[in-house]
Every structure is written in C-alpha cells, then in structure tokens.
C-alpha cells in the first residue's frame, strides 16, 4: 500500500512538472521591459505586436531598426537591421549575462578599449561576457543585418532550466569557459553556425515563437557541447589608433571617387607600412583597399541611377570609371543587372523598388 502510494506521488509530481514545462513551451507573452535594448542606448519603441516590439534608433549616421522577442523568460533574441555607422558608444556592464551575435550581412566591430578591436564578419558566431565594458559598437560598412541573444541566467524559470538539464545544456559551462576572461569568442562561419541560424531569418512570423524556442535550445546545446581549443578560434584584435587610422585611409579614398590612389601613395601619406595597411584595412572592412573602394564606387551608382537623370555615361565617369563599358560591366558583375537595366526595372515598376534597392543595399 505504502509502495502504491509513493507511486502515484511520483507520477502526480512528474505529471505537474511536465505540465509546467509545457506551459513554459507554449508561452509567449511579452516583458514590460527587455533588458537588452540597454545595448543600443536609448531606443524609441515604434510598434508592439502581439509577439514582438519594434525599435527604433537614429543619430547623425543614420538608423537603424530593432525587433526583440522573449524566448523565455531570461531569454531575449533581437533582429538587427542597421543603416549607420553605431548605435551606442558607452554601453553598461551587466553581471552574469551572456551576450551572443550573429552576422547575416555587414561587418560589426566591437571594441573593449584601447587595444581590443575585435570585427565579426559575415556567417561569423560571437559569445561574450556582458560584465566587460563595451566602449563602442560600430558597423564599418555602414549595414549589419544580424541577431543578438541575451541570456540572463538569474531570471531564467525552473522549468526552463529543467528543459535545459533533460537535454544536457550546461549553460555554466558556456559562462565559465566559452566567456572566461571577459573576452569576446568569435568562432568564424561554418555549416552547423548557417545550420541553426539561416531558418531564423525566413521562418513565417506566426511560427517564430515556437521556432525560436526548439532553435534556442538547440543553439545552447551547440555551445555546451564545444571543445574551445579546437573550435573557438583565436580572435585578432586590433589598436584603436591603427583603426582610427584605416577609417582616416578609408573615408580619403571615398571623399573624390574620380582620384586614384596606389597602396604606395596611401602608404606614403598615412605613414603606415604597405603591409600593414593591407592587413589593417582587411580587419576593418573585411576586404582589400581596391575591393572595398570598388564595391563602394557601384554603390554610389547604383544610388545616382536611382535618384537622378544622369546617364550612364555621366555615372561612370562620376566614380572614376573613364571607360564606360567597364563600368557595365562591373555593375553587372555586382547586381546582375546592367545600369540601364536596373533604371528600367525600376522605373516599369515603383513598387518593385523597395525589393531591387533593398538586395543591393545587403551588399
């Protein structure tokens, strides 16, 4: 009788936990406040949704948008789409919380003081501690589309923290050796990074919730079970005043785009090495000195094409492309498309606009 008893108290027990943890599967109501939007400085709430709140930021860079979701309580993931140039230059330390990003598109650098620069490129995974002051957070390239997770271990729920000990998440672990020392751990883009994020940026809105919560879980998962000295690579950091220096190179080659300048002569006038200045303007902006300014040459035309009656003749020789047909030629090569093409396309259809100029814009 007494064996028959403690039974049905352990199944009563086990039925009223699973009942809970369920309960924590299906929620998806939203927090007063998300403690993450203290990261992007003083954001203005623009919209709130049944699942979500929307964000708005802008300074004199540009702006930026920001949609942020509750996971589970302690566990908030937002959508970066950003058009500027930063978004907060003294960000506040935070105990015990864990930081992580992913860059879709863009570049993102994040600075911890006068020596450690450290840049995300695209594809690329980064978890860190909140508890080290962040002195900026810039986006070089003037995009970034990307998602940011922060975790709260102290407001996580007993039932979440049950979900995560039945499926062996070992979230100590993550804190205490993926983020050990207040350093920002970048593991480069691999197929099982793409694996668990590419779904999130295409998955239907009335499925994000759920998805969110089975991609979170097996996101942690993930990290629990990484071997850091094989798969955390090592992450360059670069001094402040050598990037102050290669955004000083890249705002002189982008100031007259009809001028020519050979990595001898910007050498020369920058007093910096030419090795240097590759390896430099690479970790900044993710490309060569020609890449970089040839990609940005094809921007601005494609801006011109859209915005004014200027021939193509006229656009080419505006960025520095003497031979028209060279200039045909690399805009295709970039969006598929020919100049007249593109101005065509768009002028057919205005309200195909947004899609043609939106693509380009991600590049």
């Known amino acids: 009788m007494a064996n028959r008893k403690e039974e049905w108290i352990v199944l009563t027990y086990e039925k009223q936990a699973l009942s809970g943890v369920i309960e924590v599967l299906l929620r998806s109501e939203l927090p007063d406040e998300f403690e993450g939007t203290k990261l992007y400085g003083s954001p203005e709430e623009d919209e709130l949704r049944q699942d979500c709140k929307i964000f708005r930021l802008s300074n004199e860079t ?3 948008r920001i949609t942020v979701y509750q996971v589970f309580s302690g566990i908030e993931l937002y959508y970066n789409d950003m058009h500027m140039g930063y978004c907060n230059q003294n960000q506040a330390t935070a105990k015990n919380m864990i930081e992580i990003n992913h860059c879709l598109i863009g570049r993102f ?9 450290c840049y995300m490129a695209e594809g690329d995974l980064s978890i860190s501690s909140m508890m080290k002051k962040k002195s900026n957070s810039c986006f070089p390239l003037n995009h970034y589309h990307g998602i940011s997770i922060i975790i709260n271990p102290d407001e996580l729920l007993p039932e979440v923290r049950q979900i995560m000990e039945l499926l062996n998440i070992d979230l100590h672990y993550i804190q205490k050796y993926i983020c050990e020392g207040n350093r920002c751990c970048i593991m480069r883009a691999n197929p099982s990074i793409e694996h668990i994020f590419s779904e999130l940026y295409h998955v239907r809105e ?13 996101l942690l998962l993930f990290l629990s079970d990484l071997n850091t000295a094989e798969e955390v690579f090592q992450t360059d950091y670069f001094n402040q005043n050598q990037v102050a220096l290669i955004k000083a190179v890249a705002s002189f080659i982008t100031e007259d785009l009809t001028a020519h300048h050979t990595i001898e002569q910007l050498s020369q006038k920058f007093k910096i090495s030419t090795t240097a200045l590759k390896k430099c ?13 040839r990609t940005y040459r094809l921007q601005v035309a494609q801006k011109l094409l859209l915005e004014t009656e200027l021939s193509v003749t006229e656009i080419a ?19 598929g498309c020919s100049p007249t093409e593109f101005r065509k396309s768009v002028r057919l259809d205005r309200s195909g606009l947004y899609g043609v100029a939106k693509k380009s814009e991600l590049y």
């Open 206 to 218: 009335k499925r994000k919730p759920g998805y969110m919560k089975v991609k979170m879980l097996e």
């Open 109 to 117: 650098e994040c600075s911890f003081g006068e020596n450690s620069c």
């Open 317 to 335: 020789s505006k960025i520095g492309y003497e031979n028209p047909n060279k200039f045909t030629s690399a805009f295709k090569g970039m969006y």
């Open 62 to 64: 540009g702006h930026g």
């Open 281 to 293: 303007f690479r970790g900044v902006y993710g490309a060569s000195v020609y890449s970089y300014l």
